[in-house]
């Protein structure tokens, strides 16, 4: 019996980086966590435990605190390019891939008496920005994207017509509470792009479209917003989505002769509806290789 060594990457998982711009008294606070892995020649330490290819995890480690220092971080993109091309260069002739992939949480500037403070921050929402990049010799694909956008809206939503089958007791409604948190990843043309717009075009679109969309049901809502954020951005060959249906059930009140005009709801946590998708663009090739080993999407 024989065995062939599979596909295999290796680097640093998680590596925590906070980098405070102090170039001006106004910081900037960029707070993100990294994981670095390698793709190429390192069968050997697989096969025999010989190391001498092996660029030790902890090495990659040190890089992301070393590129943040002589560089600065930046959008996340750039980061995540900068990590790939350090790798990926005739330096280490034994690497001929990279997958760095970055989650970026936010702090905001508190604003206080005196206006927004220089240097005190309060974490942002629960929002995430993310990226992996991957780069193949010349090849670099970067996927863009936010998880744990939390939107709801209190009417503008219905859901109605879907067929009485066996076990069907939902309630036919025109008018409901729509709750969603949006995870959402996204996959550029190229890499010529100015990130941090790009970003705020794309989750801006996302809120509008959400909001403004009366929606027949939640895949329609997804579909806009994902059509709508390829209309705006022909840099975006695809976007895909996971979207939790939070549902929000009405009280029933009437055991205390109180009427419930859509006022009184309990948020339910579990089970939720789970509706993910993609929308491709028709004329531009398909990159599975790209969106290996992203989780949590169809
Ligand atoms: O927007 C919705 N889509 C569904 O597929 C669905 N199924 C369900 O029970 N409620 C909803 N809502």
């Not at 980098?19 to 069968?43: C, E, K, M, N, Y």
């Not at 709750?179 to 075009?201: E, I, L, M, P, Q």
Request: one cysteine or more; hydrophobic letters at 40%.
């Amino acid at each position: 019996m024989g065995f062939v060594l599979g596909t295999n990457q290796y680097g640093k998982a998680e590596v925590r980086l906070v980098h405070v711009d102090r170039s001006t008294p106004r910081h900037v606070i960029t707070d993100v966590t990294v994981t670095s892995q390698l793709i190429g020649d390192f069968a050997d330490t697989f096969h025999t435990g010989s190391n001498a290819s092996v660029i030790a995890t902890d090495t990659q480690k040190n890089t992301v605190y070393a590129l943040a220092r002589t560089g600065g971080v930046g959008a996340i993109e750039e980061f995540a390019l900068r990590m790939a091309r350090h790798f990926v260069s005739p330096e280490h002739p034994q690497v001929t891939g990279a997958r760095q992939e970055i989650e970026q949480v936010s702090w905001d500037r508190i604003d206080t008496a005196d206006g927004p403070h220089d240097h005190a921050f309060v974490r942002g929402g629960t929002e995430t920005r993310t990226v992996v990049v991957t780069k193949h010799g010349e090849t670099e694909t970067v996927i863009s994207g936010l998880t744990d956008l939390v939107v709801l809206k209190s009417t503008g939503s219905e859901f109605h017509g879907f067929p009485q089958v066996a076990y069907t007791s939902l309630v036919e409604t025109t008018d409901r509470i729509l709750a969603t948190s949006v995870s959402s990843r996204w996959r550029y043309v190229g890499t010529d792009v100015d990130w941090d717009k790009a970003f705020a075009g794309v989750r801006a679109t996302m809120l509008d479209r959400f909001a403004s969309t009366h929606s027949l049901s939640l895949q329609q809502t997804l579909y806009t917003m994902g059509t709508a954020v390829l209309e705006e951005h022909p840099e975006i060959a695809e976007i895909r989505f996971s979207m939790p249906n939070k549902h929000h059930f009405l009280v029933d009140l009437s055991p205390w002769g109180l009427e419930n005009p859509n006022e009184v709801w309990y948020a339910a946590d579990r089970p939720y509806g789970l509706i993910e998708a993609t929308v491709t663009r028709d004329d531009v090739p398909a990159d599975e290789a790209a969106w290996a080993g992203i989780a949590g999407f169809c």
